[in-house]
């Protein structure tokens, strides 16, 4: 079969390697469709040292199922969660699945992942669905990571809401805050991707603000600054964000950068004074698959409008390449296996 690696700096190839034996708990996992995230990204950009193989965001068929699985069946369409939590664990047992460290976990090392024809993933990863394409279904990890953000906000009816960073998570969590009753909202992107911007608007946000040309810190929110901030973006955008918010406000945030840009610093007098509180959401272990996948079979959300380049898997490395050096039009990639 293919599967596809890559290597920092932005190296892509594919290689022919054995279809993978499974374990009595696993599924062969047969991919047709699989997105290249934020997190693939930063792996070809920098973060992968060696050849590796990639890819978490995908949906696919049940090829082969492990002597002890019994909740799926040859053929099932499936989405895969990146981890669960262990139903055995302390963290579970005492009712908060969420925070469980002892999870069962795909993003181990593996001989191929999801830019492959098959890969290998524990059963218990698997949530079946029906009335969905399979690329929608690929998106269905990425909105997971979406809800969890916009959870730990606790967005509510009539909030005025800033989310910065719209690439494919932010502009699926203004659709989100959008069906949650926010009075308004602010999207806040960089203006070399004019796409975003616009799919923002789309989804419901009221004003687009660009953070290269505008200073997030001034700019003249209409009650002054806004209840929640949902930051997925770098780091570096805590302190900002922390501008924008005011008395009592929540930021929820998800950016991730490695080595220097992992540091953020803010004004702890504006915090405190504020009452502003800074909470972490990770998706890990996932959870709400089930409640994605109502959401975008029941229209509430919309992935479609996300995916702006589309490829077979035998034209993977090339077409990354070409999704990389597009930026104007970027938004979601994703690789088919029909
Ligand atoms: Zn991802």
């Known amino acids: 079969m ?19 034996e499974i374990g009595p708990d696993d599924v062969l996992f047969k991919v047709k469709a699989c997105g290249f995230c934020g997190h693939d990204m930063i792996l070809a950009k920098y973060a992968a040292k060696d050849w590796e193989p990639f890819g978490h965001e995908m949906s696919g068929v ?3 199922v492990g002597a002890n699985v019994r909740h799926l069946a040859v053929g099932d369409k499936v989405v895969l969660e990146t981890s669960t939590f262990n ?19 795909y993003m181990v090392p593996r001989t191929s992942m999801g830019f492959a024809e098959y890969t290998v993933a524990p059963a218990s990863l698997c949530v079946k669905f029906d009335n969905m394409s399979f690329i929608e279904g690929s998106m269905i990890e ?22 910065v960073g719209i690439g494919p ?3 699926m969590a203004i659709q989100l805050v959008k069906a ?46 806004v209840d929640k901030v949902l930051l997925t973006a770098p780091p570096a955008l805590i302190e900002p964000c ?79 390449k070409a999704y990389i050096n597009d930026p104007a039009n970027a938004v979601k990639a994703i690789m088919t296996n029909e």
Do not use: W
Request: aromatic content about 8%; proline content about 5%.
């Open 180 to 225: 949650a009753g926010a009075r308004k909202i602010y999207a806040a992107g960089l203006s070399k991707s004019p796409k975003r911007a616009e799919l923002a608007k789309k989804f419901g946000a009221d004003e687009v603000i660009y953070t290269d040309v505008v200073d997030l810190k001034t700019y003249p929110f209409e009650r002054g600054g």
């Open 142 to 163: 990425p909105l997971g990571v979406a809800v969890d953000m916009f959870k730990v906000a606790e967005v509510g009816l009539n909030d005025d809401v800033l989310v």
């Open 169 to 171: 998570i932010g502009l």
């Open 87 to 105: 139903p055995l664990s302390a963290s579970s047992r005492n009712g908060r699945v969420d925070l469980d460290k002892d999870i069962i976990n």
């Open 62 to 64: 049940v090829e082969k």
């Open 242 to 320: 922390t501008h924008t918010l005011n008395m009592g406000g929540i930021l929820s945030f998800i950016g991730i950068a490695y080595g220097e840009g992992a540091m953020a610093s803010f004004d702890s007098n504006l915090v405190h004074h504020r009452k502003i509180q800074i909470r972490a959401s990770d998706a890990v272990p996932a959870l709400y698959f089930p409640m994605c996948i109502d959401l975008v079979e029941s229209g509430k959300v919309d992935l479609k409008s996300l995916v702006s380049h589309t490829f077979q898997l035998k034209d993977a490395v090339e077409s990354l």
């Open 2 to 20: 293919i599967a596809t690696y890559l290597k920092a700096p932005f190296q892509f190839e594919q290689r022919n390697v054995p279809i993978p």
